[in-house]
């Protein structure tokens, strides 16, 4: 049985193992993080407020070309730019990124080129989906774990999400982004009721 190491700690601010932190935000761990990876430039998944809680002179950076840029401006720590479907390999985890994004709305637009992240970590495949709805893309995704967003107005609403994880059939699925900034416990129980039944899940947010 595998052993998932993720937790959703407020939002959309996701923790893998006890030093990978994805979309930091209201943190409130004592941690430090050797890899930092940030989806998109919106103020929810890009705090350098809450970075720098959890920056050491080692940690690593992963991110779209936008945020990139930004991070060599305020962190003398090695920054990587990643392109939709690049991979990068580390000692310890394996990467591969994806485009996150709209399909009928304009708040994450494809062109942007925002991110969502494929981790590796000790054997076991997180999918982190970022900012989006169910698109071309992301239909085709496999992994161990799924991070879905569910709050509604700028991503999938609850069903959305649930129809997604039904397509990408993950062992676990953790929902995110909702019951903060927007969506709400409803969203919760609309994922819920329409998620295949084969399919667990977690809920971290409370």
């Not at 959890?54 to 990643?82: G, H, Q, R, W």
């Amino acid at each position: 049985m595998l052993n998932f190491d993720v937790k959703v700690l407020y939002h959309s601010s996701i923790r893998i193992g006890e030093d990978v932190f994805v979309d930091p935000f209201k943190i409130k761990e004592n941690a430090k993080a050797k890899y930092i990876f940030i989806t998109h430039s919106h103020y929810d998944h890009y705090s350098v407020e809450d970075i720098n809680k959890l920056v050491c002179k080692d940690t690593i950076f992963i991110a779209p070309k936008d945020v990139s840029l930004s991070l060599k401006k305020v962190y003398t720590n090695t920054v990587y730019e990643m392109l939709p479907f690049q991979e990068l390999e580390f000692n310890d985890i394996k990467v591969k990124a994806f485009p996150s994004y709209n399909v009928n709305k304009n708040f994450h637009k494809k062109e942007y080129g925002w991110l969502g992240y494929l981790i590796e970590h000790k054997g076991i495949n997180y999918c982190v989906l970022g900012d989006c709805d169910a698109n071309d893309d992301n239909k085709k995704l496999k992994c161990d774990c799924l991070l879905v967003p569910i709050g509604g107005t700028f991503t999938m609403n609850g069903k959305e999400g649930a129809e997604l994880t039904n397509i990408i059939k993950p062992k676990l699925v953790v929902p995110t982004h909702y019951n903060a900034i927007v969506g709400n416990k409803t969203n919760e129980r609309e994922f819920i009721a329409n998620l295949d039944k084969s399919i667990n899940y977690r809920i971290d947010i409370d």
